[in-house]
């Protein structure tokens, strides 16, 4: 797994750790540059099925059973905990140390539709 040919699309660090969002996938990268996926899979779902028809899109998991429709923001919490965005679902997740991915706030698939304010 490497960068090349991926998006970032956030970053945290906990203290020793940096965690990249890629989309589909967080990329766990240690201090001596390791990169390994924490979770999510780096090439997503399956092409041309667009994510808010496939609710398999977003889905918790352990590693790479994990799955993110659009994974962007990322924090660290205080006991080490991911916290992440996933938009396209309208969804909040927690990813553990272990790569644990558990649905914190939202409803997979219930985002409500965004008005543009002028």
């Given at each position: ?82 916290f992440v965005t996933d ?32």
């Amino acid at each position: 797994m490497s960068l090349e040919n991926h998006t970032p699309m956030g970053i945290a660090v906990d203290g020793s750790n940096l965690y990249v969002t890629l989309l589909y996938a967080i990329l766990k990268i240690s201090p001596t540059g390791t990169e390994s996926v924490l979770a999510g899979s780096p090439s997503g779902y399956p092409m041309g099925t667009p994510a808010w028809v496939n609710q398999t899109a977003s889905r918790d998991g352990i590693g790479t059973a994990a799955r993110f429709s659009s994974v962007q923001g990322i924090a660290v919490g205080p006991t080490g905990a991911l916290f992440v965005t996933d938009p396209e679902m309208g969804v909040i997740k927690a990813v553990s140390a272990t790569g644990a991915v558990t649905l914190l706030a939202g409803a997979v698939g219930q985002k409500l539709p965004i008005t543009p304010r002028l």
